[in-house]
């Protein structure tokens, strides 16, 4: 360790783990690694991305027939959660980083408080759904070619994105318990950040995908 | 040491509190236009508005725009070889539709 990490160590901060000489290069390096990740994680959800676009230009009439029995309301107050929960987010960042210790774990805590919220207003979403039928087999409403590609794009999406956010929660609130106590330069905590903030951008596209095709007069 | 009441703090709730209001302008007016007849440009203008959003997004809240030139060219990357994988993938699948 560097004379720096020992002074910061010292102070109360946090001490690097090898192989980084101070916090601060532990905490670019992390943000760095996240960002490597996050592109690889891009390009996973463009291949759903991509498989959208495919079909939609292919099956264009079922497709939008099935977009439009999606509950606009269920998705659109779930974008303002998510927004809300990303403002805590980088709050949360922000506030460690200027030393603001109830700041920023009440704002990792709203931030994971957030995302839980998301979940349940998704699973009444996904209920509504099964109850409607739209899940593709054999009761499948809509009998038009494409509708039922929609609805397994709509399944597979929506919740492969609650999987990231449920890891997201978990991850988010271990870090509020940890903020109580612990130093505030946690050298992960901006890279989780990261990807909470990739986790709500991923969400910005699959809303007009998913809840706003086809309502136009 | 600063506290919930310090300039800095309030300083911050309000720079990203207006990041959090420009984004919730934003997908109201995303709702409007998808409501709008447009005569088929719907799904075009609430992409271009998510695009705007995501740039929002990257810029304040991952705080893109303090981030050194390599983590800038690593975000930039990812688009990169999705735009590559979208290229190759529709041309092959746009030339053969009709």
Redesign the interface.
Known sequence: MSDVAHANAAQGGSEPTEPWNDVREET?AA??GM??F???E??FF??L??AY??TW??HPKGFVEAARKTD?WFG?VN??VL??S??M???A???AE??????AWRALASTAALGAIFLIIEGFEFSKNVDQNLVPGPAFPINEQGAEIFFSLYWIMTVLHAIHLIIGVILVARFALLMRSAPLDIPDL?AY??YW??V??IW??F??LLY??G??? | MSNGGSPNIRALWLRNGAVWLALLLLLALSVGLAYSPLGGLNLAANLSIAAIMIGVVMFYFMELRRDSPLVRLTALGGVLWLLIMFWLTLNDYFTRLS
């Open positions: 670019n943000t760095f960002w490597l996050l592109g690889t891009l390009l463009g291949g991305f991509l676009t495919v230009v292919t606009i659109t974008t303002v927004f809300t990303a403002l987010m980088a709050m960042v922000r506030g200027t030393g603001s210790r109830s700041l901006p950040g990261l903030q990739f709500t951008t910005i596209v809303y007009p706003l095709i309502r136009a007069p």
